[in-house]
């Protein structure tokens, strides 16, 4: 059976994505919208962290002759943290500095002010 003390990090990241993806919803700010967007990255990060883990095991480096590999922990998850940061990173940049773009020629970071001042433009 199952109990939140045993599952604890993934019913943390489960909680974390929540909020993310809440405050993805319901801001209108787009910084804020980033944000949550880091957040619920942030979430499947430690979701991966958490499932690629297993107790007693350790890292997978060779030491001793030991090449059973029921002694290491898998890399893969690992790795694919690393990958989802770097790529994370990147694209939170990218958003920042196409927010920065809108705000120069919009003079608002409101999604709604943006949206009703970009139908106006197509109007013109």
């Known amino acids: 059976m199952n109990h939140l003390g045993t599952n604890f990090y993934e019913a943390v990241s489960v909680i974390l994505f929540g909020i993310g993806f809440m405050n993805l919803l319901l801001q209108n700010n787009l910084i804020k919208k980033f ?30 002759g030991v ?7 898998n890399p893969i998850p ?13 694209i939170t940049a990218f958003s920042l500095a196409l927010v920065q773009r809108l705000y120069k020629h919009y003079g608002s970071l409101n999604m709604d002010e ?9 109007g013109e």
Do not use: C, H, K
């Open 114 to 122: 943006i949206m009703r001042l970009s139908r106006e433009e197509e």
């Open 35 to 64: 944000i949550g967007l880091n957040i619920m990255d942030t979430a499947v990060y430690l979701f991966l962290a958490a499932q690629g883990y297993i107790f007693g095991r350790v890292a997978p480096i060779l030491t001793d």
């Open 67 to 73: 090449v059973d590999a029921s002694y290491y922990v």
């Open 78 to 90: 690992a790795g694919l943290v690393l990958t989802g940061i770097v790529v994370s990173v990147s």
